[in-house]
């Protein structure tokens, strides 16, 4: 029997071009993310898949862009951690 892939998706908000990498938020549902890198040729998207991997202790190539690679509202798919897991570490890093 195949072992059931776990995965989760989630909602960002991402305002580019700050002073530092910041998670500012996370309320219903939605993920609010400052990076550094300017919103130029993919460079804040490389910068956000970094910083949340980072922070969720995952591997860049664990997270991907589904919509919005050219919008500041996104939808990433984030491999190997169930949905509850994903807002328990959500929640502990908005609160800590």
């Not at 910041?22 to 490389?46: H, I, S």
């Not at 956000?48 to 995952?58: T, V």
């Amino acid at each position: 029997m195949a072992d059931k892939i776990i995965g989760a998706r989630l909602r960002v908000r991402v305002t580019p071009g700050a002073p530092h990498n910041e998670v500012t938020g996370y309320a219903e549902g939605v993920l609010r993310v400052k990076v550094a890198a300017p919103p130029v040729k993919g460079q804040a998207n490389k910068e956000l898949i970094a910083f949340l991997s980072d922070i969720l202790g995952i591997r860049k190539s664990q997270i991907s862009i589904l919509k919005g690679e050219s919008s500041r509202d996104k939808v990433l798919a984030i491999d190997g951690l169930s949905l509850e897991q994903l807002e328990l570490k959500l929640i502990s890093i908005h609160y800590s």
